[in-house]
């Protein structure tokens, strides 16, 4: 099988025995443009991805892992899925192909895939918001009550009424996991593109109890630039066990594989990312990489009516069939670290060490977390990072410290926010580059939450569930869960929270919300908008 998974910096694939789970090649690309910071403005929180970083990393990746195990063991590869981050979608013609694609839109942004952490579309995020609130039905109910700047109709909204060319020239409007199945069965026309109901669920408004997504009239009072825009999109959508189409023959040709091998309906990555790290019902499944993206599934029968609100959605289907599947996380996570770590001039290696050897005291450098936005709990993208309790003798292990425990206390937000709401939370599940190599903030986060955080063994748990989807759509297995099962790679850390350390972080946690409910109030006067009532900042 073959699982492959496109993040923010790089694209990863994985070559597994099916039987189990093990690696025989992985590979990772990373992509160029965005590596050189092309099209990109931080200042404008603008981050645009060219369709060929994807295409040529897909390439690069799947070749690699080809070669590592030669033709031989590549002949019998039975099925490709992929994951990628989202809501990052594109604006495509009839044919299903991005614009950047076309002559005249090479090095036009809004002609790019609009990556997850693009926030240009805030204000677009608040018309829909208000707008939303004037309908007899609650058509953001199944998506935690508010939208964000991240998701697919407000970056739709933007780049239609931002670039008159785009506008006049886009047909359709698709997420990347969506488009990578598509161009790999050698689609040509973007009516035939398989949806995902992650995607489409989490991120457009899509509901079996709205017949899919909202009518054109909802559209319409968002903005008159969405009239029309329904009958270009989707009706149907489909779960990640189900089969996109089959390899092209020119994609197999270039790849080395068997034409017509199954290619699976593609997910977000945190999603396929939870099954690979065996997530089970109940427990909060953490994707730490440059943001977080927490996972929670449960049974459908226990939901009934439950409505989560201020979370990224809940959808039937989204991560395991069968189950109703529940998406929050923050904005930034590894991002902070990274941008510590910039600043001063330290690795977060050496930065952990200097934070780890200090005490703790009340009067520490209290932080909030919102470096790019608020996630959740209640998405809220013009929100930023505070600092308190600052004097001549914060040092660079003070400053350090302060943001992992801010990266924290987010986390445990979002923990009692499920709560709250009526959601049980028996444990955490932690996964990706920080969960794995950074003892200091993984602790910090058992601490804090107060639960122990099992760490899950694979490197590439996003890839490998990507992996085991390909087996299920190829039919080696009957179901997602049995592949888990068969496949998954178990566990290989635990933290324990310290009881003396999680009483003294209760204490320090009321802090951090007091100064988050500040920051609220202030980003609040300074736009002159709305203040979302908000359990976790009251």
């Not at 693009?118 to 109910?141: C, K, M, P």
């Not at 109890?209 to 009239?227: C, M, N, Y």
């Not at 200097?354 to 470096?371: G, R, S």
């Not at 178990?490 to 324990?496: A, I, R």
Request: net charge negative.
């Amino acid at each position: 099988m073959i699982g492959v998974d496109f993040g923010t910096d790089s694209v990863r694939a994985v070559l597994v025995d099916a039987a189990n789970g093990l690696g025989l090649a992985c590979s990772v690309f990373e992509y160029p443009r965005w590596k050189k910071g092309l099209y990109c403005d931080a200042a404008l929180q603008q981050f645009r991805q060219h369709p060929l970083d994807y295409i040529e990393g897909l390439e690069s990746v799947i070749i690699d892992c080809v070669a590592r195990v030669g033709t031989t063991a590549a002949a019998q590869v039975r099925a490709i899925s992929i994951d990628t981050t989202g809501s990052s979608p594109v604006t495509v013609d009839r044919s299903g192909t991005p614009l950047a694609l076309l002559p005249g839109f090479e090095h036009n942004p809004n002609a790019m895939f609009l990556l997850w952490k693009d926030h240009t579309s805030v204000q677009e995020a608040a018309r829909i918001n208000n707008v939303a609130a004037a309908f007899d039905v609650n058509y953001l109910q199944y998506v935690g009550g508010i939208y964000s700047s991240e998701w697919f109709w407000a970056k739709l909204m933007h780049v239609l009424k931002k670039d008159v060319q785009v506008k006049n020239l886009a047909y359709s409007f698709v997420e990347h996991c969506d488009w990578i199945p598509f161009l790999l069965c050698g689609g040509n026309d973007v009516r035939d593109m398989k949806r995902s109901v992650c995607a489409a669920g989490h991120k457009a408004l899509w509901a079996q109890e709205f017949g899919g997504l909202p009518p054109q009239e909802f559209l319409t009072a968002l903005d008159p630039v969405l009239s029309g825009w329904k009958t270009r999109l989707f009706y149907q959508v489909y779960p990640a066990d189900q089969p996109a189409g089959r390899l092209s023959i020119k994609w197999a040709d270039l790849l080395g594989l068997p034409v017509g091998i199954p290619v699976g309906v593609g997910a977000f990555d945190a999603h396929m990312g939870a099954a690979g790290g065996q997530i089970e019902p109940y427990y909060l499944s953490k994707v730490m990489g440059t943001s977080t993206c927490d996972i929670l599934v449960a049974p459908e029968k226990d939901i009934k009516n439950i409505l989560v609100s201020g979370i990224c959605g809940q959808v039937p289907g989204s991560v395991i069939p069968g189950m109703i599947g529940m998406e929050a996380g923050q904005s930034a996570f590894g991002d902070v670290f990274a941008w510590v770590s910039k600043l001063i001039g330290f690795s977060i290696a050496e930065l952990a060490t200097l934070a780890a050897a200090l005490p703790l005291k009340m009067e520490d450098v209290l932080a909030t977390d919102w470096l790019n936005g608020r996630r959740t709990p209640d998405a809220n993208q013009l929100l930023t990072a505070g600092l308190l309790n600052l004097n001549l003798s914060t040092g660079p292990g003070e400053l350090f410290k302060a943001m992992v425990e801010a990266t924290c206390f987010g986390a445990k937000a979002i923990v009692e926010r499920f709560r709250s709401e009526g959601i049980a939370i028996k444990g955490l599940i932690g996964m990706g580059g920080v969960a794995r190599k950074s003892p200091y903030i993984m602790q910090a986060m058992a601490d804090v939450t107060g639960m122990p955080i099992r760490i899950h063994s694979s490197e590439q748990t996003c890839a490998m569930g990507a992996a085991m989807f390909a087996a299920t759509v190829a039919g080696i297995y009957p179901k997602v869960e049995d592949a888990m099962a068969a496949m998954g790679q178990g566990f290989d850390l635990e933290y324990v929270p310290d009881r003396d350390r999680t009483a003294h972080y209760l204490l320090r946690y009321e802090k951090y919300k007091r100064l988050g409910g500040y920051i609220q109030q202030e980003t609040a006067a300074e736009n002159n908008i709305r203040v979302f009532e908000d359990i976790a900042f009251e």
